[in-house]
């Protein structure tokens, strides 16, 4: 009984888990394993079969494209290629979720594992950007991405908005933060401003 | 789940080919006939003495058997993990016995402490066994423009005032999430 790893555990907690298509991957193997197992015991025992009967199927297989309409074999080919590439994309692909970790802990357990959603993040700075600038908070938008942040600030019509105070504080909030990856900030002032706020 | 995704792919991309490229129907009516010979033979081949039918079949049953039994059994231990104990220790002491502190200790009290505070909408704790040994999970829903690393500092404060406590230090992951409760909530004004 150790303790569990850090790095695993904060692994798991941004990206997402695939149980859920995983059981569903599960359930699809189970069915058709059933219905195998399903015909091949009613042509064991001699009753007709259900759907269709293993030969026959073999056979119909063997001498594919005459059998059957080939528009049929190529929409059914097509539906099947686009599970099979759902399939194998969400096993390969990283899957990260809109998370980032906040920093400043060590590697073992002595502080604790912290990490933290975007949408938080973003509420965060929006405030700070929101001070900076001096406007009411629907004038501030602040898009958090893994590795940038976009502030938009729409400035009240005929009072200018300080650009360089609104980054230095972001990045400042930002610095205290220290988040894993981190992120680049840019600012946009919006030219078209908001009457009489 | 890759190696599935793979086999349906090319089994769904060698259909399409099959529906529009001539050349590689008549492949494939060659091979698979030589094939399909190729299985009768191996079906033959393992007959029972004197009778119609081969024991490849009864190991085939036995092998989709098996693999529906892997399937059921592993979407069964999916969701597990959390546990009712947070500490156990036996302590070689003048009295006999071993101490054991369940999880709802921990729970409750970071749930009391974490109740009254302004600038959260809600704080979920939970205790998990990981690699067999209890870890604490705190999930906080801060109100909109409260600062994450502060409210983390906070409440890490908490957890060394709670391991003092405890006698033990217990890994803990902190959560600090949104939804639906923190962007329909009020704004947090004052820090």
Redesign the interface.
């Known amino acids: 009984m150790s303790q569990p790893d850090k790095q695993r555990i904060l692994y798991r907690e941004t990206h997402s888990s695939r149980a859920v298509v995983a059981t569903l991957v599960a359930v699809l193997v189970v069915v058709l394993c059933a219905y195998g197992l399903l015909e091949s015991a009613v042509h064991a025992i001699g009753q007709p079969a259900w759907l269709i009967e293993p030969q026959r199927a073999a056979e119909r297989i063997v001498a594919l494209p005459s059998g059957i309409s080939p528009l049929l074999l190529g929409a059914l080919g097509a539906v099947l290629a686009m599970i099979g590439l759902f399939f194998l994309l969400n096993a390969v692909l990283p899957g990260r979720r809109a998370r980032h970790v906040l920093n400043g802990q060590g590697a073992d357990w002595s502080s604790p594992a912290v990490v933290v959603d975007d949408e938080v993040i973003a509420s965060a700075l929006a405030r700070r950007a929101r001070l900076a600038a001096n406007v009411t908070p629907e004038q501030v938008m602040v898009v958090v991405s893994r590795r940038q942040i976009v502030v938009n600030v729409r400035p009240t019509s005929g009072v200018p908005v300080d650009e360089a105070a609104v980054l230095e504080a972001v990045q400042f909030e930002l610095g205290e933060m220290a988040l894993v990856p981190v992120p680049e900030v840019r600012v946009n002032l919006s030219s078209a401003g908001v009457i009489g706020a | ?2 190696i ?17 490229v ?1 050349a590689v ?1 008549s492949w ?2 060659s091979w ?2 030589d ?2 010979q190729g ?1 009768n033979q191996a079906f033959n081949n393992t007959r029972f003495p004197g009778r119609p ?1 081969s024991w490849l ?1 009864i190991v ?2 036995l092998v ?2 098996l ?2 039994g892997l ?2 059994a ?2 069964a231990q ?2 597990k993990g959390r546990t009712n104990l947070l500490v156990s220790d036996d302590d070689a002491g003048d009295v006999a016995g071993d101490v054991r502190i369940g999880g709802g200790v921990a729970e409750q009290a970071l749930k009391h402490a974490l109740a009254e505070r302004p600038d959260l909408a809600g704080a979920t704790v939970a205790t998990y066994a ?4 209890p ?1 604490l999970k ?1 999930r906080l829903l ?1 109100r ?6 502060l409210l ?1 500092a906070e ?2 404060s908490l ?1 060394e005032a709670l391991n003092a406590v405890v006698g033990k ?1 217990t ?8 939804g639906a409760r ?2 329909f909530g009020r ?1 947090e004004r004052v820090r």
């Open positions: 789940m890759g599935l995704g793979i086999k349906l792919f090319v089994v769904g991309l060698f259909l399409v080919l099959l529906a529009t001539p129907a494939w009516q698979s006939a094939a399909w299985v039918e079949w085939l049953v989709t058997l693999l529906i399937m059921v592993w979407v999916q969701g990981v690699n067999g040994s870890a705190i801060p909109q423009g409260v600062a994450p690393h983390a409440v890490a957890v230090p890994p803990v992951l902190i959560h600090i999430g949104a923190t962007r704004a």
